[in-house]
């Protein structure tokens, strides 16, 4: 499969955003820091995410609300239970509640073309 222009993102949630192929699979804290120390060594980082969980990848939770409208990949970590808005929680209190990250890479669909949309 042919692969789109790199743009690799953290997401509050998974969603799929356009028309494609997407493949998601389960990842450790490691190698979810390797994809986000990568894509920012390239210049083409962007968190989405204003939950604390990010701490435990090394970056701070996003300040501002923004949408997302493009990625080639993702990174989510989804709490195993729900987190209290406006909380603060420490690295040990995420650690306690658990969580699973993902990472969804996505491909281009040949039958669509996103990059129009990117002009």
């Given at each position: 499969?042919?692969?789109?222009?790199?743009?690799?993102?953290?997401?509050?949630?998974?969603?799929?955003i356009g028309v494609g192929k997407y493949?998601?699979?389960?990842?450790?804290?490691?190698?979810?820091?390797?994809?986000?120390?990568?894509?920012?060594?390239?210049?083409?980082?962007?968190?989405?995410?204003?939950h604390p969980t990010v701490k435990i990848?090394?970056?701070?939770?996003?300040?501002?609300?923004?949408?997302?409208?493009?990625?080639?990949?993702?990174?989510?970590?989804?709490?195993?239970?729900?987190?209290?808005?406006?909380?603060?929680?420490?690295?040990?209190?995420?650690?306690?509640?658990?969580?699973?990250?993902?990472?969804?890479?996505?491909?281009?669909?040949?039958?669509?073309?996103?990059?129009?949309?990117?002009?």
């Amino acid at each position: 499969m042919k692969q789109l222009p790199r743009k690799t993102v953290v997401l509050s949630s998974p969603i799929a955003i356009g028309v494609g192929k997407y493949m998601v699979n389960e990842v450790g804290k490691e190698r979810a820091r390797e994809i986000i120390r990568g894509a920012q060594n390239r210049g083409d980082f962007e968190n989405f995410c204003q939950h604390p969980t990010v701490k435990i990848l090394d970056i701070e939770p996003a300040t501002e609300r923004k949408q997302c409208s493009y990625y080639r990949d993702a990174i989510i970590i989804v709490p195993n239970a729900r987190l209290e808005s406006g909380r603060e929680y420490s690295l040990d209190e995420i650690e306690k509640i658990g969580y699973k990250i993902y990472h969804i890479s996505r491909y281009k669909n040949p039958k669509y073309s996103i990059e129009k949309h990117l002009k």
